[in-house]
DNA sequence: GGCATGGATGTAATGTTATAACATCGCCCT
DNA sequence: AGGGCGATGTTATAACATTACATCCATGCC
């Protein structure tokens, strides 16, 4: 995969993803998963909605919401909990489970697979008696753009 | 440390590091802290201010919001991101980061310290060309008392 | 003593994030 | 045609958090 895979390629994959899955992926989805490919770094729900009314004007929050829980549910974005963000997924295949790093400065959102890091954890974790319970682990961490100031 | 230490152990060790850091551990945030200690899992703001009104009708969100921010900024108390709960820390010793393992079935809160793994975590995010940027990482994992249901 | 200072708290209002509940639409299937 | 069902529209409200400004009170200084 390139470094950067341009948001007409996943727009794409994620449409043949529904429609190999029986999903519907309705104009509403389609255009929330687009806008947040385009903006790139997390967005707000509320922002989301702002941008959506534009076109739209009588959506409310249950329109993005809605779209948002259908993404997420279908892998096709995440939800970064600590600062309610919403991004979009760029990994072609999502069975192995991501680190987010998540930029405490500029809201920055990097999707990392490390195979090594998280068998660790998951050994920690089963020595704990835990289990991991969801593919997407948040951690706060400084971007290589904000490292300096 | 014992495996479980007790609040009123725990709160003696506050008063002692704001006496000894010049910082006012006054009535309402040892209250908090108290009621954090006493309740073992996360607790929600609101809770908190519901339990806080009980005994101090005037109490609104501010009132624990601000006990709530000296606690945390002062590494007496912890908020968990991703359910908006907050949880006392029992580590007499915060120098070294912690893992928080939150059930998402129960909202129990581990503390763990596992070097090991933060250690190829940390590779990993400077590899990454990013910077660990708080001692406080969470990770949604099913406790021993959920895994089974 | 008088009084300025600054941190802590009181108080009111508002901002932000998310969901509940119910109505309606449109498609597919028979 | 009519039933079923998933998606969407619509209204209201719940849940979480902050801003802004007033007040209080302990401390230190004149």
Redesign the interface.
């Known amino acids: 995969m390139p470094p950067n895979t341009s948001p007409a390629v996943v727009l794409e994959r994620a449409a043949a993803a529904c429609t190999a899955r029986g999903l519907a992926f309705t104009p509403i989805r389609q255009r929330v998963l687009q806008l947040l490919l385009e903006h790139g770094k997390g967005l707000k729900a509320y922002d989301l909605l702002a941008l959506i009314k534009a076109e739209q004007p009588g959506a409310t929050p249950p329109t993005v919401y809605r779209a948002l829980d259908f993404l997420t549910e279908h892998h096709l974005a995440h939800k970064i ?3 309610a963000t919403f991004v979009a997924c760029t990994q072609e295949n999502h069975v192995e489970p991501s ?1 987010f ?1 998540v ?2 400065k500029c809201s920055a959102i ?1 999707e ?1 697979q ?1 195979r ?2 998280m068998q ?2 998951c050994r ?2 089963a020595a ?7 593919p ?9 753009n904000c ?1 300096g100031s």
């Open positions: 909990e600590r600062n680190l790093l930029c405490p990097t990392l490390d090594s890091v660790a954890l920690a974790l704990a008696g835990h289990q991991l319970d969801n997407e682990v948040e951690i706060g961490a400084t971007c290589p490292k």
